[in-house]
């Protein structure tokens, strides 16, 4: 009997310490599942990476837990780690296969990435099945927003408005919308809305905050933020806003104030720290500026706005001669050489152009100057060469290359007719450029002004435009319109900027300057790498296309004529020009344009010779007496492209307005 009993304690206690694999298998479970409400509870408070951590962990003890994958799928979109949130909510699909709220996180997910028609076959399906599914209509509109269709997404929010009446998310989208439409208005209704039927959500008063912002109502918009944080001390994104709110309204000490307090919380928010330098720049403390952007440029090489408000400062606060300059171009000149190599040659220019305006006695120069030659314009390689020479930079490879291409631009057409390209090829467009001082992103403080500098800087290279020499940052848009009229400019371009983490979009307004009327629209979205400059490029290349084609006669000899644009410009031999007499030209009151009747139009110009600067052609005058002389205006018809810039605008599209409804899910 007592060896019985013995052998049941033995076989008890093994159970005990050496559990079946199925007491195994059911502990493991139970801890899963505690990871993973563990992780939900964490995700309610948007402590997204401790939520990452929580449910990875009980992904790692029980890998088919639907719920654990499906919530990571969730936390890695709130992190705007978009292709690791489709991973996981593929993964999660085919654990819960028919779920619809998968299938429209999925479709959102997809957005995020710009894969919008398979978005739209998901939500398609969805709704197939689900016609009135609040999900998917989110995820439509959402799709709408990202094809540059918002008009369309205002129809589907205010239809499922009709049908639920307090949805907090449904009123904030709505009136999101709206705002960017400039809507201001109907935002606002739809805002204060939502603030009646949830008036202690504290993300409600984050968005009335950002659409105070955005319309311009600062104090309204301080206020708002400070209601955010009452009801959620320490909310991240809204003392973003508020830093942003006082620094626009003038309040720079607060705002310095509050972006420590960010820094503090989140030593790497390189926006905190772009907004605090920006802050010190406003209170000319330009040494600890330069200090706060230095450290954040080194923290966050690649922010185009942080490096770009430091050079901007190193011009305008140091001299040339100051090694700072130079450490700082070094940058620009390493990719430029390294675009150089992969045949990026209109990125490698931008890059020594920029580093040349911060350190113009560089060596970098004659790299410079060997780009301009491989593009087929020895004229200017030969200038930068001379001015080299001037330096003190000349040494025996740089004196025999100015020798020899002294020698070879002997029969030039400069050289024929005795003048200098670089004196008589001047700009015919004057262009103001300026941003609007109370327009700024949530991301980036100033970012039109950011903005504009690099429109002016890529200007200053446009040959058949001058930059005009004036404030970039104006009070508003009567200021920027007086400005422009008593500076003597033709139009003037307003930018505007609107970005979210990955992208970025610029939009430039075209006003005529004599009568303030609207010309042109432009919008450039660009994403990854350089999308500042990029999309700057791209509103000059746009600007420069609408632009009309003109130059001057600069001389003439018999039935000989030339004029002051080259190849640089886009002049070929047998490209034909009216001559249109000198001071007989208007630009139109609207649009872009100049006008002029027929009997001004005084003869012809077909080129026959062309060099980089300037051209040479047959002159055919109109009618028995010649009129033609030196100093009439040549023009050809506009582009195609210019007409339809003229049109109606092309689809905008707003970043900020999509990073901030993913913020809604």
Known sequence: ???????????????????????????????????????????????????????????????????????????????????????????????????????????????????????????????????????????????????????????????????????????????????????????????????????????????????????????????????????????????????????????????????????????????????????????????????????????????????????????????MEDPVRARWAAWHFDRAADFRTRNLMDQALFQYRRGLRLNPFAEQRRQYAELLRLQGFPARFLEELRFMQELGFGDTALNDAVEAYNAILATALFRSWGVDPVVVSQPHWNVAVFSVASQSTVFHVDAGSAAASFINDILVHERGIRPMNLELRQASFAAAFRTARESGADYFLVISVSENERDISITGELFVSRTGARAAVFNAFRTGPDRLRNSSRGIVTDMAAALPFRAELINRRHNQGLINKGRADGVSVGDEFDIVQQGRTDLRNEGIGLIYSAEDVVGQLIIETVDDEIAAGRLVRNGFFDRIAAGDELFRTPQASAAAVQGAPPPHIDPELRALLRTLR
Request: with cysteine.
């Open 1 to 319: 009997m007592k060896k019985k009993m013995v052998r049941a304690l033995l076989l008890l206690s093994v159970l005990v310490f050496f559990p079946p694999e199925q007491n195994l298998a059911a502990q493991a479970a139970g801890t899963a599942g505690s990871l993973f409400q563990q992780g939900q509870d964490f995700m309610a408070v948007e402590d997204w990476f401790s939520a990452v951590e929580s449910l990875l962990e009980a992904l790692r003890l029980n890998s088919a837990h639907a719920g654990a994958t499906a919530a990571l799928a969730e936390c890695y979109y709130a992190l705007n780690e978009f292709d690791q949130a489709l991973v996981w909510v593929r993964r999660a699909r085919t654990l819960s296969r028919g779920s619809i709220a998968l299938a429209n996180l999925e479709a959102s997910v997809m957005i995020a990435l710009g894969q919008l028609n398979e978005a739209q076959a998901i939500i398609g399906d969805v709704l197939a099945r689900e016609p009135h599914n609040r999900e998917a209509l989110f995820a439509a509109a959402e799709l709408d927003i990202a094809r540059g269709r918002p008009g369309d997404a205002v129809r589907r929010y205010r239809e499922a408005v009709r049908r639920f009446g307090d949805d907090r998310q449904l009123l904030v989208s709505l009136a999101l919308v709206l705002g960017s439409l400039g809507d201001t208005a109907a935002a606002r209704d739809y805002i204060e809305r939502a603030l009646l039927s949830h008036s202690g959500d504290f993300r409600v008063y984050y968005y009335a905050a950002y659409l105070a912002s955005r319309a311009g109502r600062l104090d309204d918009g301080i206020a708002y933020a400070e209601n955010a944080l009452y009801f959620r001390p320490g909310f991240y994104p809204a003392l973003q806003l508020l830093a942003s709110l006082h620094f626009r309204a003038g309040h720079y000490a607060e705002a310095a104030e509050i972006a420590s307090q960010l820094i503090a919380a989140r030593r790497n928010d390189s926006h905190a720290w772009h907004l605090r330098g920006m802050a010190h720049i406003r209170m000319e403390q330009f040494d600890e500026a330069q200090a706060i952007l230095s450290a954040a440029v080194n923290m966050d090489p690649h922010n185009e706005f942080i490096r770009a408000a430091l050079e901007e400062l190193l011009i305008t606060r140091t001299r």
